[in-house]
């Protein structure tokens, strides 16, 4: 445990759950705590890691007129302490409405480059105790229904696949963090955002500030619903590997002792994520929705649709794949870009850019081969909704493509931008049911449970 003094070779035991090997790009705001963060990084990786990279991020969201000033601030500071530094800055429009949600998009995708460019696999951010209690206190009033939203941020997060976002402080109180900062000399810049009650967080700050045993409570409900939410996820993933197989391109087979599975929780959760996967949507379908949906594929022959996903209920099985309306146009995807939520686009080095289409249904219907047990009306459903490139000056889809290098490569839609290490069992369990690349591992060490809070 942390404790308030930060008393030496505390820094090693703060961060002895995570692997810095590799070297790590902390995201640095100039606040308190990712200027915490960063000091106690560069003093581990000295210690324990001398040779690994050490990258200080600040994003420059270009909402304040002083943000620039701040993140050259930022630029100072590391360049004093012999720390690499770069300046990220979001451009183009801002939404009016959902800006702090956009801004972390921004931010994780801007960090994302930063970590790719410099050839660094790891972020680490600041995020504390006081910002997981805000978390789960803030998700619990939007009425978070099936409660896994309610274990808070993760310790690790996979973002795009490629790059983990670690959260070393998360049971350390930012006061902690301050009385080391104070304690060195070292200030901080205060951003006033984060007092704006205007915006939802400072709401929820302010009133925990006034509320210790609120505070604690909240800390608590995080580590029981994630301890539920690991149990749930290793339940469910059990399920898809012993009942789901893939026949064909885009199309999801689950057995029909799948709908009479007793342990009804993990398997409402199950179909949750196939239906996500199959339909290409990032977040779940809806849990009654889908509870209630489970209930009616035990009933016998049913055709229904969830999540941008059709399920197809006959004798040889439960059929689940990409509902034909909403599919994107025919339009440019780049190389790495994911196309309606279910395939990574890749392709040789002689295209900027790829035009892509659904093949269709007359295409897909001369593509469609005999599948032993499963209807061909089913794989031709499902093959119409896969991307093809299109070629020629009317732009037709092919089903055998012209882009030299060209492939489609599925993803665990649900879990493609973001996965929580929580989600691990079920993100690895889809991925080797629809083909999509390993989940690289975490770098942490030993079981993923929430770490004690080390009061100020």
């Known amino acids: 445990m942390?404790?308030?003094?930060?008393?030496?070779?505390?820094?090693?035991?703060?961060?002895?759950?995570?692997?810095?090997?590799?070297?790590?790009v902390a995201a640095v705001s100039g606040g308190s705590d990712s200027?915490?963060?960063?000091?106690?990084?560069?003093?581990?990786?000295?210690?324990?890691?001398?040779?690994?990279?050490?990258?200080?991020?600040?994003?420059?969201?270009?909402?304040?007129?002083?943000?620039?000033?701040?993140?050259?601030?930022?630029?100072?500071?590391?360049?004093?302490?012999?720390?690499?530094?770069?300046?990220?800055?979001?451009?183009?429009?801002?939404?009016?409405?959902?800006?702090?949600?956009?801004?972390?998009?921004?931010?994780?995708?801007?960090?994302?480059?930063?970590?790719?460019?410099?050839?660094?696999?790891?972020?680490?951010?600041?995020h504390t105790a006081d910002d997981q209690a805000e978390t789960v206190l803030m998700r619990q009033a939007r009425g978070t229904g099936d409660g896994r939203g309610l274990a808070g941020m993760a310790p690790a997060t996979l973002y795009d696949g490629r790059v983990w976002i670690v959260r070393p402080l998360l049971g350390v109180r930012?006061?902690?963090?301050?009385?080391?900062?104070?304690?060195?000399?070292?200030?901080?810049?205060?951003?006033?955002?984060?007092?704006?009650?205007?915006?939802?967080?400072?709401?929820?700050?302010?009133?925990?500030?006034?509320?210790d045993g609120r505070f604690g409570a909240?800390?608590?409900?995080?580590?029981?619903?994630?301890?539920?939410?690991?149990?749930?996820g290793l339940r469910a993933?059990?399920?898809?590997?012993?009942?789901?197989?893939m026949p064909a391109a885009g199309l999801i087979r689950l057995s029909p002792a799948f709908a009479a599975a007793p342990d009804r929780p993990a398997a409402a959760y199950a179909l949750r994520i196939l239906l996500g996967t199959a339909g290409g949507t990032e977040f779940l379908p809806d849990e009654a929705a889908t509870a209630a949906l489970l209930e009616r594929i035990g009933t016998g022959?049913?055709?229904?649709?969830l999540s941008r996903a059709v399920v197809d209920v006959r004798g040889a099985g439960i059929f689940l794949h990409r509902e034909g309306r909403g599919l994107p146009p025919a339009g440019p995807c780049a190389h790495g870009g994911i196309w309606d939520g279910r395939r990574r686009i890749t392709f040789g080095d002689g295209a900027a850019n790829v035009v892509i289409a659904p093949l269709g249904a007359e295409a897909a219907a001369a593509a469609a081969g005999e599948v032993a047990g499963v209807p061909r009306s089913l794989v031709r459903r499902a093959l119409a909704a896969e991307p093809v490139p299109c070629g020629g000056p009317a732009h037709r889809p092919s089903p055998t493509g012209n882009i030299a290098g060209f492939a489609a490569l599925p993803v665990a839609a649900p879990f493609a931008r973001f996965l929580s290490c929580f989600d691990l069992a079920p993100a690895e369990a889809v991925?080797?049911?629809?083909?999509?690349?390993?989940?690289?591992?975490?770098?942490?060490?030993?079981?993923?449970?929430?770490?004690?809070?080390?009061?100020?």
């Open 35 to 126: 200027i915490a963060l960063l000091v106690l990084l560069k003093r581990h990786l000295d210690h324990a890691f001398s040779s690994a990279p050490l990258l200080a991020v600040t994003v420059d969201h270009a909402l304040r007129p002083a943000s620039a000033a701040e993140a050259a601030e930022v630029a100072a500071f590391c360049a004093a302490r012999g720390i690499s530094h770069r300046i990220m800055v979001w451009r183009g429009e801002k939404p009016a409405r959902g800006l702090p949600a956009a801004a972390r998009q921004a931010r994780y995708r801007l960090l994302a480059e930063a970590a790719t460019e410099a050839g660094i696999a790891t972020i680490a951010t600041g």
């Open 301 to 305: 022959p049913l055709r229904a649709t």
């Open 218 to 232: 909240a800390l608590a409900l995080a580590e029981r619903s994630a301890r539920a939410r690991l149990d749930l």
């Open 174 to 211: 930012r006061a902690a963090l301050r009385v080391m900062l104070r304690g060195e000399g070292i200030a901080w810049a205060e951003d006033p955002t984060n007092v704006d009650e205007s915006f939802e967080r400072p709401r929820v700050r302010a009133a925990l500030a006034a509320d």
């Open 431 to 456: 991925a080797a049911l629809v083909g999509a690349a390993p989940v690289p591992p975490p770098p942490m060490r030993g079981h993923f449970r929430p770490r004690p809070c080390a009061e100020a």
């Open 2 to 24: 942390l404790t308030p003094a930060f008393v030496p070779g505390s820094a090693n035991t703060l961060f002895q759950d995570f692997d810095f090997s590799g070297g790590t």
């Open 237 to 245: 993933a059990a399920l898809i590997r012993a009942h789901a197989d």
